[in-house]
Protein backbone atom coordinates (compact mmCIF):
# COMPACT_ATOMS: atom_id res chain seq x y z
CA UNK A 1 0.00 0.00 0.00
CA UNK A 2 1.65 3.43 -0.65
CA UNK A 3 -1.34 5.56 0.15
CA UNK A 4 -2.77 6.62 -3.21
CA UNK A 5 -5.88 4.18 -3.09
CA UNK A 6 -8.37 2.70 -0.94
CA UNK A 7 -7.52 -1.04 1.22
CA UNK A 8 -10.24 -3.26 0.24
CA UNK A 9 -12.21 -4.68 3.23
CA UNK A 10 -13.44 -7.67 0.92
CA UNK A 11 -9.53 -8.36 0.47
CA UNK A 12 -8.84 -8.10 4.09
CA UNK A 13 -11.67 -10.32 5.16
CA UNK A 14 -10.73 -13.02 2.80
CA UNK A 15 -7.04 -12.68 4.25
CA UNK A 16 -8.31 -13.14 7.28
CA UNK A 17 -10.55 -16.00 6.19
CA UNK A 18 -7.51 -17.74 4.93
CA UNK A 19 -5.86 -17.63 7.98
CA UNK A 20 -8.21 -19.23 9.75
CA UNK A 21 -8.59 -22.23 7.07
CA UNK A 22 -4.49 -22.38 7.22
CA UNK A 23 -4.69 -22.61 11.43
CA UNK A 24 -7.56 -25.24 11.65
CA UNK A 25 -5.60 -27.37 8.53
CA UNK A 26 -2.35 -27.47 10.42
CA UNK A 27 -3.90 -28.29 13.64
CA UNK A 28 -6.38 -31.31 11.66
CA UNK A 29 -2.94 -33.03 10.45
CA UNK A 30 -1.05 -32.67 13.67
CA UNK A 31 -3.69 -34.91 15.19
CA UNK A 32 -4.14 -37.23 12.44
CA UNK A 33 -0.60 -37.53 12.37
CA UNK A 34 -0.07 -36.44 8.99
CA UNK A 35 3.34 -34.20 7.77
CA UNK A 36 2.87 -32.61 4.56
CA UNK A 37 6.26 -31.20 4.86
CA UNK A 38 8.11 -34.62 5.34
CA UNK A 39 10.18 -34.50 2.16
CA UNK A 40 11.63 -31.16 3.44
CA UNK A 41 12.67 -32.84 6.59
CA UNK A 42 14.28 -35.58 4.37
CA UNK A 43 16.16 -33.16 1.66
CA UNK A 44 17.83 -30.90 4.59
CA UNK A 45 17.45 -33.39 8.27
CA UNK A 46 21.17 -34.26 8.87
CA UNK A 47 19.65 -37.44 10.73
CA UNK A 48 16.18 -39.09 10.48
CA UNK A 49 14.43 -38.86 14.13
CA UNK A 50 14.16 -42.19 16.35
CA UNK A 51 11.00 -44.20 16.67
CA UNK A 52 9.77 -42.17 19.22
CA UNK A 53 10.51 -39.21 17.70
CA UNK A 54 8.93 -39.79 14.41
CA UNK A 55 5.75 -40.05 16.17
CA UNK A 56 5.72 -37.06 17.58
CA UNK A 57 7.58 -35.22 14.13
CA UNK A 58 3.14 -33.88 13.06
CA UNK A 59 3.04 -32.36 16.27
CA UNK A 60 6.46 -30.59 16.19
CA UNK A 61 5.94 -29.25 13.02
CA UNK A 62 2.48 -28.08 13.88
CA UNK A 63 3.74 -25.84 16.63
CA UNK A 64 6.89 -24.26 14.86
CA UNK A 65 3.61 -23.78 12.27
CA UNK A 66 1.64 -22.12 14.65
CA UNK A 67 4.46 -19.89 16.23
CA UNK A 68 5.32 -18.62 12.93
CA UNK A 69 1.41 -18.11 12.30
CA UNK A 70 1.20 -16.57 15.42
CA UNK A 71 4.47 -14.27 14.71
CA UNK A 72 2.96 -13.12 11.81
CA UNK A 73 -0.11 -12.13 13.43
CA UNK A 74 1.45 -10.20 15.88
CA UNK A 75 3.84 -8.22 13.70
CA UNK A 76 0.80 -7.50 11.16
CA UNK A 77 -1.24 -5.81 13.98
CA UNK A 78 1.94 -3.86 14.81
CA UNK A 79 1.95 -2.91 11.56
CA UNK A 80 -1.36 -1.82 11.40
CA UNK A 81 -1.29 0.37 14.23
CA UNK A 82 2.20 2.16 13.08
CA UNK A 83 0.93 2.80 9.81
CA UNK A 84 -3.05 4.36 11.71
CA UNK A 85 -0.16 6.78 13.41
CA UNK A 86 2.08 8.05 10.65
CA UNK A 87 -0.44 7.50 7.57
CA UNK A 88 -3.76 8.68 6.47
CA UNK A 89 -5.27 5.25 5.87
CA UNK A 90 -8.39 4.71 3.73
CA UNK A 91 -10.79 1.86 3.61
CA UNK A 92 -13.59 1.07 1.75
CA UNK A 93 -15.44 -2.06 1.05
CA UNK A 94 -16.35 -3.40 -3.14
CA UNK A 95 -17.08 -6.55 -4.86
CA UNK A 96 -17.84 -7.42 -7.98
CA UNK A 97 -20.49 -9.76 -7.22
CA UNK A 98 -23.95 -8.55 -6.62
CA UNK A 99 -23.79 -7.43 -3.24
CA UNK A 100 -26.12 -4.98 -1.45
CA UNK A 101 -25.46 -2.92 1.43
CA UNK A 102 -27.87 -4.28 4.01
CA UNK A 103 -26.16 -8.15 3.21
CA UNK A 104 -22.44 -6.72 3.83
CA UNK A 105 -23.92 -4.93 6.44
CA UNK A 106 -25.40 -7.89 8.17
CA UNK A 107 -22.18 -10.29 7.38
CA UNK A 108 -19.71 -7.73 9.31
CA UNK A 109 -22.22 -7.10 12.33
CA UNK A 110 -21.66 -10.99 12.43
CA UNK A 111 -18.01 -10.85 12.20
CA UNK A 112 -17.87 -8.16 15.01
CA UNK A 113 -20.22 -9.71 17.90
CA UNK A 114 -17.53 -11.16 19.48
CA UNK A 115 -16.65 -7.62 20.35
CA UNK A 116 -19.65 -5.32 19.81
CA UNK A 117 -20.20 -4.36 23.67
CA UNK A 118 -16.63 -4.29 24.46
CA UNK A 119 -15.27 -1.93 21.99
CA UNK A 120 -18.05 0.00 20.29
CA UNK A 121 -16.74 2.28 18.22
CA UNK A 122 -15.25 -1.30 16.40
CA UNK A 123 -18.23 -1.75 15.41
CA UNK A 124 -19.28 -0.53 11.89
CA UNK A 125 -22.71 0.83 11.35
CA UNK A 126 -25.28 1.22 8.75
CA UNK A 127 -24.70 4.80 7.64
CA UNK A 128 -20.65 4.14 7.57
CA UNK A 129 -20.97 0.65 5.07
CA UNK A 130 -22.86 2.55 2.84
CA UNK A 131 -20.72 5.37 2.68
CA UNK A 132 -17.54 3.00 2.33
CA UNK A 133 -18.60 1.57 -0.72
CA UNK A 134 -16.95 2.20 -3.82
CA UNK A 135 -16.86 1.53 -7.09
CA UNK A 136 -14.35 1.29 -10.42
CA UNK A 137 -16.16 3.57 -12.40
CA UNK A 138 -16.28 5.88 -9.62
CA UNK A 139 -13.83 8.90 -10.42
CA UNK A 140 -15.03 11.56 -8.19
CA UNK A 141 -16.74 10.82 -4.39
CA UNK A 142 -19.16 13.36 -1.90
CA UNK A 143 -18.45 11.07 1.24
CA UNK A 144 -16.17 12.52 4.25
CA UNK A 145 -13.11 12.26 3.90
CA UNK A 146 -12.73 11.25 7.99
CA UNK A 147 -15.22 8.15 6.98
CA UNK A 148 -12.38 6.84 5.43
CA UNK A 149 -10.65 5.70 8.42
CA UNK A 150 -13.25 5.05 10.63
CA UNK A 151 -12.38 1.67 9.78
CA UNK A 152 -9.33 1.11 11.35
CA UNK A 153 -10.99 0.14 14.88
CA UNK A 154 -12.74 -2.88 13.10
CA UNK A 155 -10.12 -4.15 11.02
CA UNK A 156 -7.74 -4.00 14.40
CA UNK A 157 -10.28 -5.78 16.08
CA UNK A 158 -10.77 -8.63 12.63
CA UNK A 159 -7.32 -9.31 12.88
CA UNK A 160 -6.68 -9.63 16.66
CA UNK A 161 -9.79 -11.51 16.61
CA UNK A 162 -9.59 -13.80 14.08
CA UNK A 163 -5.89 -14.46 13.74
CA UNK A 164 -3.78 -13.34 16.46
CA UNK A 165 -6.30 -15.17 18.86
CA UNK A 166 -6.70 -18.47 17.45
CA UNK A 167 -3.46 -18.58 16.78
CA UNK A 168 -2.42 -17.83 20.18
CA UNK A 169 -4.90 -20.21 21.48
CA UNK A 170 -3.65 -23.15 18.85
CA UNK A 171 -0.15 -23.12 20.04
CA UNK A 172 -0.92 -23.68 23.66
CA UNK A 173 -2.58 -26.77 22.39
CA UNK A 174 0.32 -27.73 20.23
CA UNK A 175 2.27 -27.07 23.05
CA UNK A 176 0.41 -28.87 25.04
CA UNK A 177 -0.23 -31.92 22.92
CA UNK A 178 3.29 -33.16 22.67
CA UNK A 179 3.95 -33.81 26.11
CA UNK A 180 0.37 -35.88 26.61
CA UNK A 181 1.48 -37.51 23.62
CA UNK A 182 4.95 -38.35 24.47
CA UNK A 183 4.07 -39.01 28.34
CA UNK A 184 1.43 -41.49 26.85
CA UNK A 185 3.96 -43.21 24.59
CA UNK A 186 6.58 -43.07 27.58
CA UNK A 187 3.88 -44.99 29.64
CA UNK A 188 3.59 -47.55 27.32
CA UNK A 189 7.31 -48.52 26.60
CA UNK A 190 8.41 -51.70 27.87
CA UNK A 191 10.97 -50.85 29.76
CA UNK A 192 8.36 -47.88 31.37
CA UNK A 193 7.57 -50.04 34.45
CA UNK A 194 11.40 -51.34 34.95
CA UNK A 195 12.76 -47.70 34.92
CA UNK A 196 10.65 -46.58 37.41
CA UNK A 197 11.37 -49.76 39.45
CA UNK A 198 14.99 -48.82 39.26
CA UNK A 199 14.53 -44.61 39.97
CA UNK A 200 13.27 -46.12 43.26
CA UNK A 201 16.72 -46.42 44.55
CA UNK A 202 17.74 -43.21 46.44
CA UNK A 203 21.61 -42.46 45.48
CA UNK A 204 24.07 -43.71 42.98
CA UNK A 205 27.37 -44.15 44.37
CA UNK A 206 30.34 -44.38 41.86
CA UNK A 207 33.11 -44.85 45.28
CA UNK A 208 35.13 -41.69 43.75
CA UNK A 209 35.52 -38.77 46.30
CA UNK A 210 37.46 -36.37 43.20
CA UNK A 211 37.21 -36.16 39.51
CA UNK A 212 40.01 -37.87 38.52
CA UNK A 213 38.47 -40.79 35.88
CA UNK A 214 41.81 -42.83 35.92
CA UNK A 215 41.46 -43.53 39.73
CA UNK A 216 40.30 -46.42 40.94
CA UNK A 217 37.29 -46.48 42.97
CA UNK A 218 37.30 -46.36 46.83
CA UNK A 219 35.94 -49.32 48.12
CA UNK A 220 37.02 -49.66 51.61
CA UNK A 221 35.35 -51.12 54.82
CA UNK A 222 35.07 -51.98 57.47
CA UNK A 223 33.03 -54.93 56.85
CA UNK A 224 34.58 -58.56 57.33
CA UNK A 225 33.66 -61.97 55.69
CA UNK A 226 32.04 -64.13 57.69
CA UNK A 227 31.71 -68.29 57.40
CA UNK A 228 29.18 -69.29 55.18
CA UNK A 229 26.05 -70.06 57.66
CA UNK A 230 24.18 -73.77 57.35
CA UNK A 231 21.44 -72.17 55.47
CA UNK A 232 17.64 -73.63 55.15
CA UNK A 233 17.53 -71.58 51.98
CA UNK A 234 19.97 -71.35 49.36
CA UNK A 235 19.07 -68.94 46.32
CA UNK A 236 20.69 -68.48 42.83
CA UNK A 237 20.44 -65.18 41.88
CA UNK A 238 21.03 -64.75 38.06
CA UNK A 239 21.98 -68.47 37.39
CA UNK A 240 24.98 -67.43 39.79
CA UNK A 241 26.86 -71.16 40.44
CA UNK A 242 26.48 -72.80 37.65
CA UNK A 243 26.50 -75.88 36.86
CA UNK A 244 27.42 -76.88 40.45
CA UNK A 245 27.62 -75.25 44.04
CA UNK A 246 30.39 -76.43 46.01
CA UNK A 247 29.99 -78.35 48.86
CA UNK A 248 30.51 -75.96 51.66
CA UNK A 249 27.47 -74.27 50.10
CA UNK A 250 25.27 -77.26 49.77
CA UNK A 251 23.89 -79.03 53.21
CA UNK A 252 22.73 -82.39 52.64
CA UNK A 253 20.00 -83.08 49.67
CA UNK A 254 18.64 -79.13 49.63
CA UNK A 255 17.67 -78.10 46.01
CA UNK A 256 18.71 -74.51 45.33
CA UNK A 257 16.30 -72.49 44.25
CA UNK A 258 16.58 -69.77 41.54
CA UNK A 259 15.84 -65.80 41.23
CA UNK A 260 17.03 -62.65 39.21
CA UNK A 261 18.23 -62.18 36.06
CA UNK A 262 15.71 -63.21 33.36
CA UNK A 263 13.21 -64.19 35.66
CA UNK A 264 9.59 -62.13 36.24
CA UNK A 265 9.14 -60.36 39.25
CA UNK A 266 6.27 -62.58 40.59
CA UNK A 267 8.56 -65.60 40.02
CA UNK A 268 11.11 -63.77 42.38
CA UNK A 269 7.96 -63.04 45.09
CA UNK A 270 7.38 -66.69 44.94
CA UNK A 271 10.84 -67.94 45.87
CA UNK A 272 10.91 -65.16 48.62
CA UNK A 273 7.61 -66.88 49.37
CA UNK A 274 8.91 -70.49 49.05
CA UNK A 275 12.00 -69.98 51.44
CA UNK A 276 9.74 -68.46 54.20
CA UNK A 277 8.61 -71.59 54.65
CA UNK A 278 11.80 -73.22 54.55
CA UNK A 279 13.33 -70.39 57.47
CA UNK A 280 10.04 -69.84 59.58
CA UNK A 281 10.22 -73.91 60.95
CA UNK A 282 13.56 -73.19 61.97
CA UNK A 283 15.40 -72.46 65.33
CA UNK A 284 18.44 -70.21 64.07
CA UNK A 285 16.79 -69.39 60.20
CA UNK A 286 19.87 -68.45 57.50
CA UNK A 287 19.72 -68.19 53.49
CA UNK A 288 22.22 -68.05 51.04
CA UNK A 289 21.86 -66.29 48.07
CA UNK A 290 24.76 -66.89 45.58
CA UNK A 291 25.72 -64.25 42.84
CA UNK A 292 28.72 -64.11 40.55
CA UNK A 293 31.58 -61.70 41.70
CA UNK A 294 32.69 -60.31 38.86
CA UNK A 295 28.98 -58.35 38.60
CA UNK A 296 28.54 -55.60 40.49
CA UNK A 297 25.42 -55.56 42.91
CA UNK A 298 22.40 -54.20 41.05
CA UNK A 299 19.54 -52.20 41.96
CA UNK A 300 17.44 -55.31 41.28
CA UNK A 301 19.40 -57.50 44.04
CA UNK A 302 19.12 -54.89 46.34
CA UNK A 303 15.28 -54.78 45.99
CA UNK A 304 14.96 -58.47 45.90
CA UNK A 305 16.75 -58.64 49.36
CA UNK A 306 15.30 -55.22 50.69
CA UNK A 307 11.60 -57.71 49.98
CA UNK A 308 12.95 -60.58 51.47
CA UNK A 309 14.34 -58.80 54.86
CA UNK A 310 10.52 -57.66 54.96
CA UNK A 311 8.67 -61.15 54.52
CA UNK A 312 11.21 -63.40 55.90
CA UNK A 313 11.64 -63.97 59.71
CA UNK A 314 13.43 -60.59 61.77
CA UNK A 315 16.35 -63.22 63.39
CA UNK A 316 17.21 -64.54 59.72
CA UNK A 317 20.93 -64.08 58.45
CA UNK A 318 21.62 -63.46 54.93
CA UNK A 319 24.75 -64.36 53.71
CA UNK A 320 25.77 -63.11 50.05
CA UNK A 321 28.18 -65.54 48.29
CA UNK A 322 29.98 -64.04 45.58
CA UNK A 323 31.25 -67.08 42.74
CA UNK A 324 34.22 -66.89 41.11
CA UNK A 325 34.25 -67.56 37.52
CA UNK A 326 36.24 -70.91 38.67
CA UNK A 327 34.28 -72.80 41.67
CA UNK A 328 37.48 -74.02 43.46
CA UNK A 329 38.64 -70.36 43.29
CA UNK A 330 38.57 -67.34 45.29
CA UNK A 331 37.00 -63.93 43.96
CA UNK A 332 39.78 -61.63 43.41
CA UNK A 333 39.75 -58.90 46.57
CA UNK A 334 38.23 -55.84 44.85
CA UNK A 335 35.36 -57.93 43.20
CA UNK A 336 35.04 -58.81 47.10
CA UNK A 337 35.23 -55.46 48.43
CA UNK A 338 32.51 -53.92 46.47
CA UNK A 339 30.24 -57.38 48.20
CA UNK A 340 31.59 -56.00 51.36
CA UNK A 341 30.64 -52.66 50.65
CA UNK A 342 27.09 -53.43 49.57
CA UNK A 343 26.32 -55.72 52.67
CA UNK A 344 27.50 -52.51 54.78
CA UNK A 345 25.12 -50.22 53.04
CA UNK A 346 22.33 -52.25 53.58
CA UNK A 347 22.67 -51.29 57.78
CA UNK A 348 21.71 -54.89 58.34
CA UNK A 349 24.38 -56.53 61.18
CA UNK A 350 22.22 -59.83 59.53
CA UNK A 351 23.67 -59.01 56.03
CA UNK A 352 27.07 -60.70 55.78
CA UNK A 353 29.18 -61.78 52.76
CA UNK A 354 30.97 -65.21 52.53
CA UNK A 355 33.19 -66.94 50.09
CA UNK A 356 33.24 -70.72 49.59
CA UNK A 357 36.84 -71.10 50.58
CA UNK A 358 38.90 -72.65 53.17
CA UNK A 359 40.94 -69.68 53.35
CA UNK A 360 40.06 -67.96 56.94
CA UNK A 361 38.62 -64.68 56.42
CA UNK A 362 40.85 -62.57 58.57
CA UNK A 363 43.89 -63.64 56.15
CA UNK A 364 41.60 -62.47 53.06
CA UNK A 365 41.06 -58.73 54.80
CA UNK A 366 45.04 -58.70 55.88
CA UNK A 367 46.24 -59.49 51.72
CA UNK A 368 43.31 -57.17 50.66
CA UNK A 369 44.38 -54.26 52.66
CA UNK A 370 48.01 -55.21 51.94
CA UNK A 371 47.21 -54.78 48.26
CA UNK A 372 45.52 -51.38 48.32
CA UNK A 373 48.54 -50.14 50.65
CA UNK A 374 50.54 -51.20 47.32
Known amino acids: YDGGQRINLTVILAFVLLQCILAVVTTVQ ?19 PSGALRTLQPLLMARAAHTGGLAFGVAGLITLLVLVVIQDL ?52 TTDPALWGSWWPFVAMVWMIYVVLPRLALLVVAIVHPQMRARKALRAHHGW ?21 ADQPDTTTSAKLQPIPRAQAIIRWAEAGRPALPQTIIAGD ?121
Open 90 to 141: AFGWSTTLNTGTDSYYRMLSAIATPWQHLWPAAMPDRELVDATRFFRSQSST
Open 193 to 213: VALQYRMETPTVDTGNRHNDA
Open 254 to 374: QEPLAAGGSASLEHDHHIIELANQRLTSALTPAAIIVTRSWEPPTGELADFLQQARETWPRQTTIALVPMAAQPDQSPPDHQLSQWLRFAERTEDERMVVSTPITTPPDILMHRALQDQDE
Open 30 to 48: AFAGWQPWRWLLRKFAVAR
